[in-house]
């Protein structure tokens, strides 16, 4: 049940994302990472104030922690817990980045995807442990615990209902149905308000408490009518249920159309950011449709990611013209890269397979273990809250339940906190580094996980303080009459198995770079194209990108600047010549062949082929002189890379490679990968 619950509370958060396409500038991986941080971040934090503030009003009020925690149910935690549920947007708002590539869109989305990860974690607390005593009903589960039992609705119902809750509170005696899930439709709108305090000007600020105060005003409600059922909140709250499904689609329908005047506004602020296609045709949808088809999946991706780029920088264009050269640079980078491979002749020529094969980053032993590593980690708890969740197989959530099990969990759990402190301390190491990015998602996304990590540290230390404590591994977490109701089922073996999930939200290890290199090492326009923008889908951009400027000699480029190539071979023996003329002179050495430009010194690998020696260097290695067209075709390439490593080892020199300014970062790395670091080198003719 608890994979249906998690089913059911992330196809909502896909719903309002498919509607919110028109304007929404964040990717499906952002939206998913804030949907961990309702989990671990918000959750978390929620949980402690609340206990923090109903034991302090306890002890200093004289009253029982009980007639507390029924009180300020219904008083003070529906506000507080809205407020923690939309915090990660008011400090992600606090970077200018983020307030100016945002839209409206973006916030309530995003807010949505928070509050959906905070009600999943109260469904699983509550009724995690139930399978065994669940009962099936109606496509779905009644967990028979009072006459208005909990039913959890099956698969089939998840995917037929409009943003559906985990669980829905029955009628006995009535036909089971699926409600909508209240904590998202909350935080979409307090979302929204949080977009309108970091995107609106002047007065129209004041209006951004107005969703908030809805959602926490109608949370006070629900919570109230739960504590006195008999009273007439309980009449409100059902004419205010069946209204709330359309709440978000009232915040999307307004954030879309503020974002689609905010876009119309960049444009013509920024109007040099779309594509020959786009200009001449004058058919901005047909055009990208048209690219998108070139060769799926792969150029649809691209057309996607670059149209949610050019969206961010419309926002920022829109609000603040002076601010985003870097991000304009960046986009016109992606423009130049898609007009170059708008044919279908580059496209043709182009082996992804092979290509991805060849720049595929090199996993070593540490690699490995570093991807393998919280796999292994997790396996416990999909057994125990996946596997285990149904009736059919709780037999294995028994298992976990009793005698040893507790105790499996909590030694997986000691790993996992070791590992989520050496993953929080790589996030923290990179926060500066981040901060640089000119891209608002990347420094969001890095905000995300310090904050994923940082709830999971500190749930780890309270397990464990709890589980070698008193309670043991099969114990409460937290004494009875706790600050919410989920809690009160708040096992240490179940925070161990919430724990070992944590390790999911923040794969791959290191977040955005293993050791601070990668995407977040690079500031230029062209290293951030280049370093992970698209991922794959950029490394596929920037080879049919070379097939498709042509063949032959070729010239280097700056940033944002398609490459021209020269089909006439004259001019193509001329640039060769001068490269390896520049190269013989960098390097006190000699051109083979006697005349630069002409074929160089045959070697050969047995059963692998042939290639040229281009350059001897002065120190007597083996040298390949090359430019941009090496990106071309980088299976080629790394095989002739493997071929002169051998021949030079077979003579005890080195093998080198000196690619001309302008080479694609793909074809560096790889020459790298087979050769290393210092024997491979940039030049300018």
Known sequence: ??????VAAVWGVLQLFAVSWPTCSVRLSTVLLAFAVGVYGCGVATALVELAYTRLYAHQSGQSLATVVNTTSYTVAPWAEELLKVSPLLLAGLSSKVRRQWGLTDFTVLGAALGSGFGLLEAVLRYGLDANRAIARGGGWIIPDSLAPPYVPGLGQVLAAWLPAPFSQLDMLGPPATETFSHLVWTAMAGFGVGLLWRARGWLRLLSVVPLAIAAAHHTVNNYAVQKSTSQAAHWLDSLNGKTWAAPLVCLAIAVLADLRQIHRGRRIVPGVVLASERVDDDSLGALLRYAARRLPWSLLIVLRYVRIRRSLLYASAASPDTAEDLRRVVACFTARMEASDNPGAWRRLNVRDLLKATRTDRGP?????????CVLALPSLMFLGVGSFPSTAG????????????ILMGFGIAALAWIAYQLTTLLRLWRTASAQPMAEWVAVHRFRVGIALGSATTGALLLWRGFGSAGPGGRAIHTFHLLDALNTFLVYLGFALLLLSLLALFPPGGLALAGGGALGALTAEAVFNAGLLGSAGIVLMAVG????????????????PTRRSTDPATSDRVGAAREQKVAELTNGTVPSGEPGKPGLKVTKPGAGTTDVDVIGGDGSYIAVGGPAKARN?????????????????????????LEEGTPDPALNLARKILGDGNVHTFTR
């Open 1 to 6: 049940m608890t994979l249906v619950m998690t």
């Open 366 to 374: 540490r690699r490995r273990w570093l991807l393998l590593m919280p």
């Open 396 to 407: 294995l959530q028994k298992f976990f339940s009793a005698g040893s099990g507790p105790k």
């Open 546 to 561: 070379a097939e498709g400027t042509g063949s032959g000699g070729e010239d280097s480029s700056s940033a944002g600047e």
């Open 634 to 658: 980088l299976a080629k390439f790394g095989e002739k890379c493997h071929i002169l490593k051998y021949a030079a080892e077979q003579r005890g020199v080195r093998a080198q490679v000196y």
